[in-house]
């Protein structure tokens, strides 16, 4: 007699979790408002600031730099540009594809108003670099105080 081995009362369970999941996770990636073909954040960015002015780095690995622009307004900075497509060779497809690609926007309000004529960007090894400096009249005044 030919018999079945017993693997539990989940087994039978374990393939349909595994789908579960696996929707789970693809209704999140997709359905969440401001995702897109690139993931919401994009480009990671660290921003930091002393009493002399902000500090930007994004990652942008695989962007050209001609592909972007960076525009300050006042106090608003405002990152934006476009990672193109990798292009595949005749007769080759893709087996696994998690590197977004198309347009990205970022803005961020700066703690103070920034000096614009003075912002430098730098690009190397894939991280942008951005030095913000603060404006003059921006800048906290230390006040004599005078005794009578």
């Known amino acids: 007699m030919f018999r079945v081995p017993y693997f539990g009362y989940r087994a039978p369970f374990r393939e349909m979790e595994r789908l579960q999941r696996e929707m789970n996770r693809l209704?999140?990636?997709?359905?969440?408002?401001?995702?897109?073909?690139?993931?919401?954040?994009?480009?990671?960015?660290?921003?930091?600031?002393?009493?002399?002015?902000?500090?930007?780095?994004?990652?942008?690995?695989?962007?050209?730099?001609?592909?972007?622009?960076?525009?300050?307004?006042?106090?608003?900075?405002?990152?934006?540009?476009?990672?193109?497509?990798?292009?595949?060779?005749?007769?080759?497809?893709?087996?696994?594809?998690?590197?977004g690609a198309g347009k990205f926007n970022r803005v961020f309000q700066l703690p103070f108003q920034v000096e614009m004529e003075a912002v430098e960007a730098t690009f190397a090894n894939g991280v942008l670099h951005i030095t913000l400096p603060r404006a003059e009249e921006d800048k906290p005044r230390k006040i004599e105080v005078k005794t009578g």
Do not use: C, Q
């Not at 994004?58 to 497509?85: C, S």
């Open 27 to 99: 209704f999140t990636e997709t359905m969440s408002p401001g995702r897109g073909r690139v993931a919401a954040g994009y480009p990671a960015m660290n921003i930091w600031a002393n009493e002399e002015g902000v500090i930007v780095t994004a990652e942008l690995p695989g962007v050209n730099p001609e592909d972007i622009d960076i525009a300050v307004d006042g106090d608003t900075l405002t990152l934006t540009g476009v990672r193109h497509p990798e292009a595949l060779k005749e007769g080759e497809t893709y087996h696994r594809r998690e590197r």
